[in-house]
C-alpha cells in the first residue's frame, strides 16, 4: 500500500527485455538499507517486488499483465522513475490509498500554465471513466492528484510548483502516456452497487 507521496525521482539504468522485463532502478535519495529483499516499491505508480539490490541500485521484474496494463513496456535506458516505498505502520497517510495495481494508461491531451501551477488535461481508459469525479483522487505515474474537472473519460488535474519539481510530471508533454489508477474507493463503492 502507497499514498502517492514520490519520495524520489529514480533513473532506470538497465533493461533485459527476454519474457518478463528486468530492470535496474538507481535511486539518489531512498535508503535501501532497511528494505528486504521481496519488499514492493512503487515506480511510477506501478507495485513491483525488489528482487535484488547493491548500494542505491535495486532491481524489479516486471510479469506480461503488468507490460499489457502499463507504461514499463515504452521505458528505456534514461526512463526517469517517481519511486515511493510502501507504507509502514504508523506512516503519515498524505495522499491517498494507493495500491499500484494499474488499471490501464491515460494519455496527456493538454497542457497548460495557470500563473505557477500546470494545469494538465488527461484522457483516461474508457473502463476508468466511472470512476471519476470531480473533487476525487486520482494516481498518475504514482503521484496523487484532485480531479478538477471530468467530461465523460476527459479529465484535468493541476500541478503545483512543489509537484511539477518533486515528480515527473512537471516535465510530461502532450502526447505521453502515465500509468493510471483510479481511486480505490471508487472502484469498491462502484463493485458493490453494480447489480449482480
Known sequence: MFTGIVQDIGTLVAIVKNGDFLLKIKTDSLSLANTSLGASMACSGICLTIIKKQDNIFHVQASSETL???????????????????????????????TGHIDGVATLTAKTRENDSLRLSFQAPAACARFLTPKGSVTLDGVSL?????????????????TQAATTLGT?????????????IARYTERLLRVP
Open 68 to 98: 499489457d496494463k502499463t507504461t514499463i513496456k515504452n521505458w528505456k535506458i534514461g526512463t526517469r522513475i517517481n519511486l515511493e516505498p510502501a507504507l509502514r505502520m504508523g506512516d503519515e497517510l498524505g495522499g491517498h490509498l494507493v
Open 146 to 162: 484532485t480531479v478538477n474537472e471530468v467530461n465523460q473519460a476527459h479529465f484535468t488535474v493541476t500541478l503545483i510548483p512543489h
Open 172 to 184: 510530461i508533454n502532450v502526447n505521453d502516456s502515465v500509468n493510471f489508477e483510479a481511486d480505490m
